[in-house]
């Protein structure tokens, strides 16, 4: 899966998302930033990324995906924390 296909998924069911992605082959980090994620705990903004991904986790072809997800907001604080 390319980080195209990548993006280009999240950004489906996401649109207002800021996405990076690093890693290569079947391990791949992501870090989404969305307000889409209000009101959400961890565990369920980890679900709904990795039922985008479901089929390839499944299958083997995505091995390993480690998930950052933040809103906005979360994002500028943890900006402002490393500065």
């Known amino acids: 899966m390319t980080e195209n296909e990548v993006v280009m998924r999240i950004r489906a069911a996401l649109p207002d998302a800021q996405i990076s992605v690093s ?5 791949l980090t992501l870090t989404i930033v969305s307000d889409a994620f209000l009101g959400k705990g961890l565990l369920m903004r980890h679900r709904s990324i990795q039922g985008l991904f479901k ?3 499944e299958s083997g072809s995505l091995h390993a995906l480690s998930l950052i997800t933040r809103t906005f907001e979360e994002a500028e604080k943890a ?4 500065n």
Not at 79 to 82: L, M, P, Q, V
């Open 23 to 27: 890693g290569e082959d079947c391990h």
């Open 55 to 57: 089929d390839e986790l």
């Open 79 to 82: 900006a402002g924390a490393t």
